[in-house]
């Protein structure tokens, strides 16, 4: 069975910094593309982060540049996000998702909706960032 398993999620102030992890069991790491989403209140998903060791490629949506830095530890099946001077738009549900194939256009966005339940997701982490 494919678990993904997210923690590290809490309330900090703005500029602050948090570390999100994404324990992932049940299927072959190195055959996946792992990332994350999030989702804000009343907004849509959004495609924060992926790592993909096989094509040693990473992906950062333009609002998490230069902030945000994901990692990989393949030796314990775990996914990490380091997230630095974090802002208040940064509030939301941090999702871990893992894609099989064609990972970039997931994240960055360029499939349509139904599409997304193809990935596998965990069950989400709230990151909340007070001004």
């Known amino acids: 069975e494919v678990q993904l398993v997210e923690s590290g999620g809490g309330l900090v102030q703005a500029g602050g910094s948090l570390r999100l992890s994404c324990a992932a069991s049940g299927f072959t790491f190195d055959d996946y593309a792992i990332g994350w989403f999030r989702q804000a209140p009343g907004k849509g998903r959004e495609g924060v982060s992926c790592?993909?060791?096989?094509?040693?490629?990473?992906y950062y949506a333009d609002s998490v540049k230069g902030r945000f830095t994901i990692s990989s530890d393949n030796a314990k099946n775990m996914v990490y996000l380091r997230m630095n001077s974090l802002k208040p738009e940064d509030t939301a549900v941090y999702y871990c998702a893992a894609a099989r194939r064609h990972w970039y256009y997931y994240w960055s966005g360029y499939v349509s909706s139904q599409m997304y339940a193809a990935l596998e997701w965990g069950k989400g982490t709230l990151v909340t960032v007070s001004s």
């Open positions: 790592i993909s060791r096989s094509e040693d490629r990473t």
